[in-house]
Each structure stands twice: as structure tokens, then as C-alpha cells.
């Protein structure tokens, strides 16, 4: 395994097309400043809800 990270996991939802995906923090940060992937809709944190545990 490698020890890069924390493997922090988030769930996405876009509010917009309804993509839903699981996501880490790199990809949280791309889509915040790139918007959805799928739709393209601008995404603000509160499409991520985070995964404690
Ligand atoms: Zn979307």
C-alpha cells in the first residue's frame, strides 16, 4: 500500500444533472474550481457530503 494521503473519501452529487460519484480530495478540488464533470454546472461544497469513518 502506498502511504500517500489520508485516503480521504467524499460522496459527490451534482445539483444539477444528479451525477453521483465517490471522490477523493484531489477530485473534490478539480470539480470545485472546474465545475461538474458530467453537466458542467458550477459545484460549491455543499454538493460533497464527507465520509467519516
Ligand atoms: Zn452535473
Known sequence: MTSRGAGQR???RCP????YVQ???DMME???ASG???CGGPIST????????
Open 46 to 53: 455543499e454538493a460533497f457530503s464527507n465520509h467519516s469513518k
Open 23 to 25: 471522490i477523493d480530495a
Open 36 to 38: 461538474c464533470v458530467a
Open 10 to 12: 467524499y460522496d459527490f
Open 16 to 19: 444539477h444533472c444528479g451525477e
Open 30 to 32: 478539480l470539480l470545485l
